[in-house]
C-alpha cells in the first residue's frame, strides 16, 4: 500500500511555485540542513557514553535536524502552519541546548525533577537572559550581529512561534483566506505574501544555523572549508537583525 498524502498533487504544485522565486534560499537551506547533519556525526563520534550532558546536547540538536527537515517540507508543500509549529519545538530545544552547555547541574536537576516543576523553577523565558548576562560559552560579545540571545531566540522564534502552536483565530484566517481575494483555501496553498515566505523560511535557516552553533560551541567538531562557506552564504540571506555572525563559529 502507498501511503501518499490526501494533497499530493496540490504539494507537489505549491512546491515548484514556491520554487520559482525562492529557489537560491532553498537551496541554501538544503546545504544548511546537510552541515547540521555532518556536525551530528563529527560531535557523536567524540561524545562518551558516560557522559550525561553531551547525550542530552547530542539528543537535541539531533531532534532538531528531524524537525528542521520534516519543517522545511511541509513549508514547500504550502503548510505554514504546521511548519511553524515545529518550529516553536526546535526554538524551545535550542533554548534548553543552550542553558544546559552554560549550566550543566541544570541538565541533572531536567533530568530528576518532573518537567512541572523544573519549569516552575527555571521560568524559560529567563534562561537567555542569564546567558545574556553572564554566558561564557555563548558569551554575547563573540557575536558581533547579536545585543540579546533572548530577544533573537525566545522573542523572535519562540514566542513567536507559539502564535501558531495555539488556536488563535487571527492567524488561522490569514492562513486560509487569500488576503486579496479573501478566498477560502482548504487545501495547502502557496501564500501570496511573498515577504511573509521568505521571512519564513529564513527563520528555518535561522534555527538551522543556531543548532549548528550549539553543536561547534560546545562540540567543537572539525569543519571544512566548505562548511564555513556554507554558513557564511547563507548568512547572506537573513535579516541583518537576525544574522548570526560567522566570526562566532570555531575555525578550527
Known amino acids: 500500500m502507498q501511503f501518499d498524502g490526501l494533497f499530493k498533487d496540490v504539494e507537489q504544485e505549491n512546491a515548484a511555485e514556491l520554487n520559482k522565486y525562492l529557489s537560491a534560499e532553498l537551496g541554501h537551506q538544503l546545504v544548511l540542513l546537510d552541515t547540521l547533519d555532518d556536525y551530528l556525526n563529527k560531535s557523536n563520534s567524540g561524545v562518551s557514553t558516560n557522559n550525561s550532558l553531551q547525550i ?20 514547500t508543500q504550502g503548510y505554514l502552519r504546521s511548519a511553524a509549529v515545529l518550529l516553536r519545538t526546535v526554538s524551545e530545544q ?40 553572564n554566558g561564557k ?10 545585543k540579546f540571545w533572548n530577544k533573537h531566540i525566545f522573542q523572535n522564534l519562540f514566542e513567536e ?3 501558531f502552536s495555539h488556536v488563535d483565530l487571527e492567524v488561522i484566517n490569514s492562513l486560509m483566506l487569500d488576503p486579496t481575494t479573501g478566498k477560502f483555501h482548504k487545501t495547502p496553498w502557496v501564500h501570496e505574501d511573498k515577504v511573509l515566505l521568505r521571512i519564513f523560511l529564513r527563520k528555518i535557516m535561522v534555527c538551522t544555523i543556531f543548532s549548528i552553533l550549539v553543536l561547534d560551541k560546545f562540540f567543537e567538531p572539525e569543519q571544512s572549508a566548505d562548511q564555513i562557506d556554507a554558513i557564511k552564504v547563507a548568512t547572506g540571506y537573513i535579516n541583518g537583525s537576525l544574522n548570526v555572525a560567522p566570526t562566532g563559529f570555531s575555525t578550527s
Open 56 to 75: 542530552t546536547i547530542l539528543n537535541l540538536m539531533a531532534q532538531n535536524l528531524l524537525l528542521l527537515n520534516n519543517s522545511y517540507l511541509l513549508f
Open 137 to 146: 560559552i555563548f558569551k554575547i560579545e563573540n557575536f558581533s550581529k547579536f
Open 161 to 163: 512561534m507559539s502564535h
Open 94 to 133: 535550542l533554548i534548553l541546548g543552550m542553558f544546559f552547555c552554560e549550566n550543566p547541574e541544570k541538565e541533572e536537576e531536567y533530568k530528576s525533577t518532573p518537567h512541572q516543576d523544573f519549569f516552575r523553577n527555571n521560568r524559560i523565558e529567563k534562561m537567555l537572559k542569564q546567558i545574556d548576562d
